[in-house]
């Protein structure tokens, strides 16, 4: 019989099985609302000006694809230090920020996970409840045992912070503790900076190991405010983790551009840390890619097209609100009792509608308008063509 005999069919991916149905549906009004990708009032995703210059002049220029290095270029590292920690941060003036280009966010999440099993192989993993749904199965793979700390409230449709609290209070020293930096996936609520303040003192007085995942910098408020929960930590004297990606902020979805940054205790600790996560990659995947990379340091290197970049960005942001604003309005026009204001509060691509599960199915059944069962939503796949219909449709199904 086959070695694969035994193989069990593995669940589906649910986003992905929502877009499968998606795109065999034959009605002209439908709406995908359950990706999690920035789409622009066309309904395409964009390809920013600030990339398309520099992708240009790499193509000019014929630049030989020799090997990377197995951490990247050093033009991309110090270029991801600068937005996280900011380009006058002290960690950086003492070295005791190391920083890996990674495979997206996933590929940072996932280098780190493997370095933190190796090095406290019988730590838990904690996530929020509830998070991105890679997290879990991410940690799972890489071999930890994996438990929720409450996170979202229903009622207030904000944190529970006291809750929380409580949980993080309580974890066991060495406990890994995974953070959403900005841009809560998927709820769009995220911790105030006094919050934040909070959290870091909690990780400090447990021994906790912080892990920020920063996959939306530039989709809440802008480039350094959404930096506010990485600038609290770096301030505290902790070490911690931070995975990013360049994914949303630069519509690079494809090229597999992130980065995982360490903050150490001292140069001479970055030196050691550094040369296990290269082993880590090494046995991986050996290293990177170059093209994202090499993009992204053009970009935000060149004083002009970092200027055209943080538009396009700022850009991408605004949209987002005013499809927020915008949907809030229609549901009003459409008579909708119930209090939506809260759409206008959450920060970033998604929204926790309240919407359930019955209703999300309606909306799909009736209308062809997709949606996460839990009544997530992604913003950026409104358009102005598309959001009254969606508000109506909304409208038809809370009735
Ligand atoms: N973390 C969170 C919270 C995310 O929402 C995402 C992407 N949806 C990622 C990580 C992974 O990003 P990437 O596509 O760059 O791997």
């Not at 495979?103 to 730590?123: C, E």
């Not at 709820?187 to 190991?209: F, H, K, M, N």
């Not at 205790?265 to 996560?277: F, G, P, T």
Request: aromatic letters at 10%; one cysteine or more; a neutral charge.
């Amino acid at each position: 019989s086959s070695i694969f005999a035994a193989v069990e069919m593995a669940p589906r991916d649910p986003i992905l099985g929502l877009n499968e149905a998606f795109n065999a549906d034959a009605r002209e009004t439908k709406v995908n609302l359950g990706v999690g990708v920035y789409y622009d009032d066309n309904g395409k995703i964009p390809l920013l000006n600030a990339v398309k210059a520099a992708e240009k002049a790499r193509l000019e220029s014929m630049p030989p694809r020799g090997y990377q290095p197995i951490e990247g270029p050093s033009a991309y590292a110090q270029a991801v230090q600068a937005l996280l920690f900011g380009k006058d941060s002290a960690l950086l003036a003492n070295g005791q920020v190391i920083t890996a280009e990674a495979l997206g966010g996933t590929g940072a999440l996932k280098i780190g996970a493997d370095f933190l099993k190796r090095l406290n192989p019988d730590a838990t993993v904690y996530i929020s409840d509830p998070s991105w749904e890679n997290h879990r199965a991410l940690f799972e793979f890489a071999g930890f045992k994996v438990e929720n700390y409450p996170y979202y409230d229903a009622a207030t449709r904000g944190v529970d912070f006291a809750a929380m609290k409580a949980c993080l209070g309580g974890l066991p020293a060495g406990s890994i503790v995974v953070l959403h930096a900005c841009c809560h996936n998927p709820t769009g609520a995220d911790l105030t900076d006094a919050q934040w303040q909070e959290v870091v003192g909690l990780c400090r007085d447990g021994g906790l190991v912080p892990f920020l995942d920063m996959a939306y910098q530039g989709f809440a408020d802008g480039i350094e405010p959404d930096a506010v929960a990485v600038r609290h930590f770096a301030a505290s004297g902790l070490q911690f983790f931070v995975s990013s990606s360049f994914s949303k902020s630069f519509s690079l979805y494809g090229e597999r551009i992130g980065a995982l940054s360490i903050v150490t205790a001292a140069r001479e600790e970055s030196a050691r840390v550094l040369s296990q996560l290269k082993r880590v990659i090494r046995t991986n995947y050996s290293n990177p890619p170059i093209h994202g990379a090499a993009v992204v340091a053009a970009v935000l290197s060149s004083p002009e097209l970092r200027q055209m970049w943080e538009d396009e960005l700022a850009g991408m942001r605004d949209r987002i609100r005013a499809m927020r604003t915008g949907l809030v309005e229609a549901l009003k026009a459409e008579g909708v009792s119930q209090d939506f204001s809260f759409v206008i509060k959450q920060r970033g691509m998604f929204s926790y509608t309240g919407l359930t599960a019955e209703q999300v199915e309606r909306l799909r059944t009736e209308f062809g308008i997709y949606a996460v069962s839990t009544g997530r939503i992604c913003l950026a796949a409104l358009n102005s063509r598309n959001l009254a219909y969606v508000a109506r449709a909304i409208a038809k199904v809370v009735a």
